[in-house]
């Protein structure tokens, strides 16, 4: 763990969605290996966790408001950190919400509200940040998106979606800024125990729902994934490890079992094998 630098010297983090969970854990490693860390949120209001969980770590924290739909507002808090401390040296996007419904169960606006958060948003903050680091000649982007961003899986239609699609994204962009110094990754999380569940979208109920069988399937299969989630702890710990490492890399992974589970469709040329393993999922017994 490195000594806690001096706000002159330190280098500045923005990280996202940091009211609980991930993002909260994120903010206060960070801070607790020496950056002077941003943490945002939609409400401050809502911040009593993240400062209580700074006080216990013995560090302070910057919190700000920001919704990462809102791209004026993105421009505002991006501006308002280069204009206070100097410089942007890592941001983490980190940001996101869950969403259970198959395609017929969606309406656009589902998918719309899943492609401005998980999308969107990350791509808006990004492109905020990058002229600061490209012109420091250094600089991480890490977004934090899902093993739902390399394995689709059913009933995440929208959410599984909008994370391959940022995936897509970095990716294209990660060669591009790396002879100028600037590192964009991305970090995919399996279960991990937060309150993400509780914010999920979820497809309303109908009468003689044809899914109805299928998802009930899929819920129990999830509840016992997520009874032995990694904590949010952990995966801070990884998310800080990737945002700070020396060794650059692409893709990184939370836990053992985020590695293996993505490695189901990194090596999966037609598509077979992630197909095999998520089918069962959702099967149901023959009437």
């Given at each position: 763990?490195?000594?806690?630098?001096?706000?002159?010297?330190?280098r500045?983090a923005l990280?996202?969605?940091?009211?609980?969970?991930m993002?909260?854990?994120?903010a206060v490693?960070?801070?607790?290996?020496g950056?002077?860390?941003?943490?945002t949120?939609?409400d401050?209001?809502r911040?009593?966790?993240?400062?209580?969980?700074?006080?216990?770590a013995?560090v302070?924290?910057?919190?700000?408001?920001?919704d990462v739909?809102?791209?004026e507002?993105?421009r505002?808090?991006v501006?308002?950190v280069v204009?206070d401390r100097?410089?942007?040296d890592?941001?983490?996007?980190?940001a996101?919400?869950?969403?259970?419904?198959?395609?017929?169960?969606?309406s656009?606006?589902?998918?719309?509200?899943?492609?401005?958060?998980n999308y969107?948003?990350?791509?808006a903050?990004t492109?905020?940040?990058?002229?600061?680091?490209?012109?420091?000649?250094a600089g991480?982007?890490?977004?934090v998106?899902?093993v739902?961003?390399?394995?689709g899986?059913?009933f995440?239609d929208?959410?599984?979606?909008?994370?391959?699609a940022?995936?897509?994204?970095?990716q294209?962009l990660?060669?591009v800024?790396?002879?100028?110094?600037?590192?964009?990754?991305?970090?995919?999380?399996?279960?991990?125990?937060?309150?993400f569940?509780?914010?999920?979208?979820?497809?309303d109920?109908?009468?003689d729902?044809?899914?109805?069988?299928?998802?009930?399937?899929?819920?129990?299969?999830?509840?016992?994934?997520?009874a032995?989630a990694?904590?949010?702890?952990?995966?801070?710990?990884a998310?800080?490890?990737?945002?700070?490492?020396?060794?650059?890399?692409?893709r990184?992974?939370t836990?053992?079992?985020?590695?293996?589970?993505v490695?189901?469709s990194l090596?999966?040329?037609?598509g077979?094998?992630?197909l095999?393993?998520?089918?069962g999922?959702?099967?149901?017994?023959?009437?």
């Amino acid at each position: 763990m490195s000594e806690q630098q001096s706000p002159s010297t330190a280098r500045v983090a923005l990280v996202t969605g940091t009211s609980s969970g991930m993002g909260l854990h994120t903010a206060v490693e960070l801070a607790r290996r020496g950056l002077t860390v941003v943490a945002t949120m939609r409400d401050p209001s809502r911040a009593s966790a993240l400062t209580d969980a700074a006080r216990e770590a013995g560090v302070e924290l910057d919190v700000r408001a920001l919704d990462v739909t809102d791209h004026e507002a993105a421009r505002a808090c991006v501006e308002g950190v280069v204009a206070d401390r100097g410089r942007i040296d890592v941001l983490v996007n980190n940001a996101g919400r869950g969403a259970v419904a198959t395609a017929e169960q969606l309406s656009i606006g589902d998918v719309r509200d899943q492609l401005e958060v998980n999308y969107l948003g990350p791509v808006a903050l990004t492109k905020l940040v990058l002229p600061h680091m490209r012109e420091a000649g250094a600089g991480t982007v890490l977004t934090v998106t899902s093993v739902g961003g390399a394995v689709g899986q059913p009933f995440a239609d929208a959410y599984c979606g909008a994370k391959f699609a940022v995936e897509g994204f970095m990716q294209s962009l990660a060669v591009v800024m790396l002879p100028h110094g600037v590192h964009v990754s991305v970090v995919e999380p399996a279960a991990v125990a937060s309150d993400f569940v509780g914010n999920v979208t979820r497809a309303d109920e109908v009468p003689d729902d044809p899914y109805a069988a299928q998802l009930s399937a899929y819920l129990a299969r999830t509840a016992g994934a997520f009874a032995g989630a990694q904590s949010s702890r952990d995966a801070a710990v990884a998310i800080a490890d990737a945002a700070l490492s020396s060794e650059y890399r692409f893709r990184w992974q939370t836990s053992a079992g985020a590695t293996a589970f993505v490695g189901l469709s990194l090596a999966d040329t037609d598509g077979s094998r992630v197909l095999g393993a998520t089918r069962g999922w959702v099967e149901t017994a023959p009437n």
